[in-house]
């Protein structure tokens, strides 16, 4: 059984491949572009969802340093989650659903730069139980089968179509 570092990384990089694979879809592949796209998104919603319900809370406790980079790593999960909103909400045949997909893509590999060269040697260095931490991510992301149409924010609960001022 791989620990929680090396399950996060797995997902790193099965993600990274898929926004690959979506690059090299040819101009009208749209039915194949949709496809991947929502595959995307549902990998990247049961990811940062068990990382924010089991590992992220874990590194939190291993000192102020981690949690401002768990802070962080909040904030740019929210963002990701409006741009998988957005894709959800979009068709294919949309003007702009190439370059949001595109633009998740990017953002998703700066995070994952962040969170594999700061986050993950800090949860390392907390002596945590990550071969533990690894079943209860695995089985979080077992639970999960479909991308809400907005996902709720992990610290006030409120999903951001209802954030104040959208109402």
Do not use: W
Not at 6 to 21: E, G, T
Not at 33 to 49: S, V
Not at 143 to 159: A, L, N, Q
């Amino acid at each position: 059984m791989k620990d929680a570092i090396a399950l996060l990384k797995q997902d790193h990089a099965n993600v990274k491949a898929m926004f690959q694979q979506f690059e090299e879809l040819g101009d009208r592949a749209f039915a194949s572009k949709k496809t991947l796209a929502d595959k995307i998104c549902l990998e990247l919603t049961r990811h940062a969802t068990a990382e924010e319900e089991i590992f992220y809370p874990a590194v939190r406790g291993a000192g102020k340093e981690s949690e401002d980079l768990i802070d962080e790593a909040t904030v740019e999960h929210s963002t990701a989650k409006d741009l998988i909103a957005q894709i959800g909400a979009m068709d294919a045949h949309d003007e702009l659903f190439d370059a949001t997909v595109k633009v998740l893509g990017e953002y998703i590999d700066h995070h994952v730069r962040e969170e594999e060269g700061e986050i993950f040697p800090k949860a390392k260095q907390a002596g945590l139980d990550l071969q533990g931490m690894a079943r209860e991510i695995e089985a979080r992301k077992e639970e999960i089968d479909f991308v809400p149409p907005t996902m709720p924010d992990v610290k006030s609960g409120r999903s951001p179509a209802r954030a104040p001022g959208n109402r």
